[in-house]
């Protein structure tokens, strides 16, 4: 598995290994997003967060270098932010009509529908020459390739379980602070940034996958689900932004006004499921699990002789 830390193995040598092989796969992303651009950028996103979530996992084991790093991908995520998120909208709205098919039976919210289509292949359009931005995101990652060779992480397993324990725990406090604030004020970004961490726990799940505390397998299927519903949460808000914002542009006031009732319904289910399952994942104390990852660190790396760092960084 690429995107899993190997304990019987150096974590320089580790961490080299699995950022490597995500750049090239971004790479590669990017390549097909001259011919698929939603696809090819959309799948490129994704192996940036999960860069992203694995510098945030080992930053207290090199700082400087994990800090540079999550700038340089968090920014060419943004460069190449394309139709995607235009087609999620019109998700949202198929997935409205499923919802409460006796709201939309009668085709009520075709006309919107029509409405988003219309302004995805804007976007598209838009975007069109994106060979210059693709160029640019691929030089950047070949420059982040080379950058690590100087990441430096401390081999030793007991040092080493300290730092996996302490990135994966901040995440955690990450999504119990973002719980709170969302349970108390309730905010699209105290949603927002609880997604995030949700998403970067879900990835540390993946990485620390054999040490983490078991029954990992059903905790891991309740956190992607968990960012799934969030997911829909935050495309929910998108869409009333844009109601405010081009509403005229999407359809006739009756038909707008039905679609803010049944978002409104949507959220409404969607913000109490959405704290339920967040209290029950990230209410549990942390300081048990942190541990435990630890000593199944160190024991697992126990287990072989320790290896020197001599993993190359994936062409």
Same mark, same amino acid.
């Given at each position: 598995m690429t995107y899993r830390i190997d304990p019987k193995l150096s974590l320089t040598g580790e961490i080299r290994r699995i *950022?490597? !092989?995500?750049?090239?796969? *971004? !790479? $590669?992303?990017? $390549?097909?997003? %001259? @011919?698929?651009?939603?696809?090819?950028?959309?799948n490129a996103r994704k192996r940036f967060k999960e860069l992203r979530a694995l510098f945030a996992l080992i930053r207290s084991g090199d700082?400087?270098?994990?800090?540079?790093?999550? %700038?340089?991908?968090?920014d060419i995520a943004r460069t190449i932010a394309g139709p995607r998120e235009a087609t999620a909208l019109i998700e949202t709205l198929d997935r409205l009509a499923k919802e409460f098919p006796e709201s939309c039976a009668g085709g009520e919210l075709d006309n919107v529908r029509d409405a988003l289509v219309a302004r995805r292949e804007r976007i598209a359009h838009d975007r069109a020459d994106l060979g210059p931005v693709i160029d640019a995101a691929i030089a950047s990652c070949g420059e982040g390739r080379m950058a690590l060779h100087g990441v430096v992480l401390p081999d030793d397993p007991q040092l080493a379980a300290d730092v996996l324990a302490e990135g994966s725990g901040r995440t955690l406090r990450h999504a119990a602070r973002s719980l709170a604030a969302a349970a108390k004020r309730g905010k699209p970004e105290d949603f927002h940034?609880? %997604?995030?961490? !949700?998403?970067?726990?879900?990835?540390?799940?993946?990485?620390?996958?054999?040490?983490w505390p078991r029954p990992q397998k059903s905790r891991r299927k309740?956190? $992607? &689900?968990?960012?799934?519903?969030?997911?829909?949460?935050?495309?929910?808000? !998108?869409? %009333?932004?844009?109601?405010? &914002?081009?509403?005229? $542009?999407?359809g006739a006031r009756k038909q707008l006004a039905l679609l803010r009732r049944l978002l409104k319904r949507s959220e409404k289910r969607l913000r109490k @499921?959405?704290?339920?399952?967040?209290?029950r994942l990230f209410g549990e104390k942390r300081k048990p699990t942190l541990r435990k990852i630890a000593d199944r660190y160190q024991s697992s790396a126990?287990?072989?002789?320790?290896? *020197?760092? @001599?993993?190359?960084?994936p062409a």
């Amino acid at each position: 598995m690429t995107y899993r830390i190997d304990p019987k193995l150096s974590l320089t040598g580790e961490i080299r290994r699995i *950022a490597g !092989v995500r750049i090239g796969k *971004a !790479v $590669e992303s990017l $390549e097909a997003s %001259r @011919t698929e651009p939603e696809k090819g950028l959309h799948n490129a996103r994704k192996r940036f967060k999960e860069l992203r979530a694995l510098f945030a996992l080992i930053r207290s084991g090199d700082r400087g270098f994990c800090r540079k790093e999550n %700038r340089r991908y968090r920014d060419i995520a943004r460069t190449i932010a394309g139709p995607r998120e235009a087609t999620a909208l019109i998700e949202t709205l198929d997935r409205l009509a499923k919802e409460f098919p006796e709201s939309c039976a009668g085709g009520e919210l075709d006309n919107v529908r029509d409405a988003l289509v219309a302004r995805r292949e804007r976007i598209a359009h838009d975007r069109a020459d994106l060979g210059p931005v693709i160029d640019a995101a691929i030089a950047s990652c070949g420059e982040g390739r080379m950058a690590l060779h100087g990441v430096v992480l401390p081999d030793d397993p007991q040092l080493a379980a300290d730092v996996l324990a302490e990135g994966s725990g901040r995440t955690l406090r990450h999504a119990a602070r973002s719980l709170a604030a969302a349970a108390k004020r309730g905010k699209p970004e105290d949603f927002h940034n609880l %997604r995030k961490a !949700v998403k970067a726990h879900r990835m540390h799940l993946s990485l620390l996958r054999g040490v983490w505390p078991r029954p990992q397998k059903s905790r891991r299927k309740a956190v $992607e &689900a968990l960012g799934d519903q969030l997911g829909d949460l935050n495309d929910i808000f !998108v869409m %009333r932004w844009l109601i405010d &914002a081009e509403g005229r $542009e999407l359809g006739a006031r009756k038909q707008l006004a039905l679609l803010r009732r049944l978002l409104k319904r949507s959220e409404k289910r969607l913000r109490k @499921t959405c704290l339920k399952d967040a209290r029950r994942l990230f209410g549990e104390k942390r300081k048990p699990t942190l541990r435990k990852i630890a000593d199944r660190y160190q024991s697992s790396a126990g287990n072989a002789p320790p290896q *020197a760092d @001599t993993a190359d960084v994936p062409a």
